[in-house]
């Protein structure tokens, strides 16, 4: 825990005189913008990874209009900022039964088109 404090310490001590100098509001806003691209890259790759799990549980649970939906979200430029309105209309599987569901002819023509 030494170790980390004394580092933290000597970047305070060698970015301080930066931040007060004559260039300190561009140095706020590269900071600020730093920070906010870092935000950014975060917030889309939970976004992304929302996205994963509603496309994998489409297919773990043979829902083809799930699916073909998600698909469609994913090809889409803005699909990133998609909410949907009813989650649990997204996951529910088209057939109760895990072994019918596999016997689903609509999802069999889903595929091949």
């Known amino acids: 825990m030494g170790g980390i404090c004394h580092s933290l310490a000597q970047v305070v001590r060698l970015a301080l005189p930066y931040f007060r100098s004559e260039d300190r509001w561009a140095g706020r806003g590269l900071l600020g ?3 906010a691209i870092e935000l950014g890259q975060v917030g889309i790759a939970v976004l992304l990874n929302s996205w994963n799990a509603r496309f994998y549980d489409a ?3 043979k829902n083809a209009s799930a ?3 998600e698909l469609l ?3 889409l430029p803005g699909g ?5 309105r009813r989650l649990s209309a997204v996951l529910e599987p088209r057939s109760p039964d895990s072994v019918a569901a596999m016997d689903d002819r ?3 023509a889903f595929m091949a088109a």
């Open 80 to 84: 990133v900022i998609y909410r949907p």
């Open 33 to 35: 913008a730093i920070l």
């Open 59 to 61: 297919l773990q649970h």
């Open 67 to 69: 699916f073909g939906y």
């Open 106 to 108: 609509s999802l069999a």
């Open 73 to 75: 979200i994913f090809r």
